[in-house]
């Protein structure tokens, strides 16, 4: 659906974004991720038409984005950018109509969003009356009006409690299974993890990770595995380290051997085995070590890296 091929924005010599490509499916939920200052907002803007990329391609559906095609594209801003002295519903009916929607079917919209949001009872207050988390769903609701192809969110949990966070993530996967293609750039790795099937990460300028969140925690978890029930006796043939855990140990594997082959070996041994799953570590621990260790950037040697050295996993789906 979004197609971004060999992309490059250079300012004052120094390249923001560096030859980035990826592709993106209808309906999917994909991560932009990157420390800050990366080039997240510099391509984003390049998506949105707002800049032009100095080399490269960027297409939706097929066709150059920009004209006619900025309306299928909904962009949430993480400062806020709703007029705080009008009212709920006038101030995303107005987005509405800015998308090309008549005043009467934007405002029927606006009222049907601001229910689905849990705000039709503050339909006539002026937004600067609501509280920041409030504020954050009327923002959300301008960026829904008029059904976008593309929703770019970026930090859309910000101010939000734990229930309205869990009813944005509701409404942003009723989205993606209608066939929105939804783009979440966000530093709280757990919502990658529970909403994103793919992930891109770029770090000063440069792509460093492109692949599924499942393949991407595996990748950096090491040749290890986690084991809970009773003790892990030494001498176990596979494995090169045990670590304790709380309730569980972690299993250093030689890398000759296999989960299969270690968990085989445990019950020969009679160890009572109540769990036993591959070491996955959280996504928040694979974006500080690939940022504090600088994999997949270039060290030594001209130009990005390839998509081989990113990982197999660089192709889309």
């Known amino acids: 659906m979004l197609n971004v091929q060999d992309v490059t924005k250079t300012y004052d010599g120094r390249a923001v974004v560096n030859r ?6 209808p309906g999917e939920i994909f991560a932009l991720l990157g420390p800050n200052g990366a080039g997240k907002t510099t391509l ?7 800049l032009k990329p100095d080399s490269g391609t960027i297409t939706l559906d097929g066709r150059p984005v920009g004209g006619e095609l900025k309306s299928l594209i909904a962009y ?13 519903v006038d101030a995303i009916a107005y987005f509405g109509e800015l998308k090309g929607m008549s005043g009467r079917d934007a405002r029927a919209a606006a009222v049907a969003l601001l229910e ?3 705000l039709s009872a503050h339909v006539d207050k002026q937004v600067m009356a609501l509280s920041k988390g409030m504020q954050q769903k009327v923002q959300l609701c301008t960026a829904l009006i008029g059904d976008p192809k593309l929703l770019i969110l970026d930090e859309p949990f910000t101010g939000l409690d734990p229930i309205n966070v869990q009813m944005f993530e509701d409404l942003l996967r009723a989205r993606s299974a209608t066939g929105t293609t939804i783009i979440l750039s966000t530093h709280q790795m757990n919502k990658v993890e529970e ?23 595996r990748r950096y978890g090491g040749h290890a595995v986690r084991v809970s029930g009773g003790g892990v006796p030494a001498g176990v043939p596979g494995v090169r380290a045990v670590e304790s855990l709380n309730g569980g140990a972690r299993l ?11 968990l085989r070996a445990l019950l020969e041994r009679g160890v009572t085995v109540e769990s036993y799953s591959p070491d996955e570590p959280p996504l928040e621990d694979v974006f500080v070590r690939v940022v504090k260790e600088g994999v997949g950037l270039d060290q030594g040697k001209s130009g990005p890296p390839t998509m081989e050295e990113l990982h197999p996993l660089g192709a889309a789906r």
Request: hydrophobic share 45%; aromatic share 4%; net charge negative.
């Open 20 to 25: 980035v490509s990826f592709a993106v499916e």
């Open 44 to 50: 984003i803007r390049m998506i949105t038409d707002i």
């Open 76 to 88: 949430l801003p993480e400062e806020r950018g709703v007029y705080k002295r009008v009212k709920l």
């Open 116 to 118: 689905a949001v849990d």
């Open 195 to 217: 909403l994103c099937d793919r992930a891109l990460m770029i770090n000063r300028g440069h792509m460093v990770l492109y692949g599924s969140v499942p393949e991407l925690r």
């Open 252 to 262: 250093v594997l030689e890398e000759s051997a296999t989960p299969q082959g270690v």
